[in-house]
């Protein structure tokens, strides 16, 4: 089993909907939760970090729920821009940064 | 500006000639890591170095090797390429939680 598993998509949307990205990771000592975006070719970004609380940066939602060990990307109003690959990142113990796989999002006119 | 830099970004190379691709970041960052992405297998991990002196494999570190002399500098060395080794390879440093990628480095080994 893969250690951060991710909706493999691609995801199609009409500009202004609203689309939600999955992701399960199987170590439960995992310690810090992440996205970030990666256009096509280029390096991946940070997009944000996930706190257990739940946090909001303007349409961009994210969610953890440490006891089902999954983690939530919510875009809200999305925007042509919005179109790349999500990755779910999760860090295990020491800095072990691992990555799943990935979601490609295509926003359409 | 800070950044981490990779050379070269393109390579064509052939079997068994070996190679090493430089990285560089001017932040400051004590751990760097070195990543290949593949088509349905997302980024995986090469090798890490938490510190100057210190190195550890990641998930993928068969035919590869690295070193970490200064901190700014974490080479990834091919000592001898082979075609599974056609890949783009990102390096990346961190400081706490925010890893700050490569442009990465696209390689064809034929």
């Known amino acids: 089993r893969k250690e951060v598993e991710q909706d493999p998509g691609p995801f199609n949307v009409p500009e202004g909907a609203t689309v939600a990205f999955n992701c399960t990771y199987s170590n439960s000592a995992s310690q810090s939760f992440f996205w970030y975006r990666q256009d096509c070719r280029k390096e991946p970004k940070l997009l944000m970090s996930v706190y257990s609380s739940g946090n909001e940066d303007g349409r961009f939602t994210a969610q953890l729920n440490r006891a089902s060990q999954y983690i939530s990307l919510l875009i809200r109003d999305s925007k042509l821009s919005d179109s790349a690959t999500y990755l779910c990142v999760v860090i295990d113990y020491g800095q072990n940064f691992v990555f799943g796989p990935g979601t490609r999002l295509s926003v359409l006119p | 500006e800070a950044q981490v830099t990779q050379n070269p970004r393109y390579l064509i190379t052939v079997t068994g000639k070996k190679l090493t691709v430089t990285c560089s970041q001017n932040?400051?960052?004590?751990?760097m890591s070195w990543y290949r992405q593949d088509p349905g297998l997302g980024l995986r991990q090469i090798y890490y170095?938490?510190?100057?002196?210190?190195?550890d494999k990641g998930d993928v570190p068969e035919g590869y090797k690295v070193s970490r002399k200064e901190k700014r500098n974490f080479p990834l060395i091919l000592e001898s390429p082979s075609p599974n080794q056609t890949s783009l390879y990102f390096c990346a440093s961190s400081k706490y939680n925010e890893q700050f990628f490569g442009p990465g480095t696209r390689l064809t080994v034929l």
């Open positions: 170095s938490m510190n100057v002196e210190v190195t």
């Open positions: 932040m400051n960052h004590e751990y």
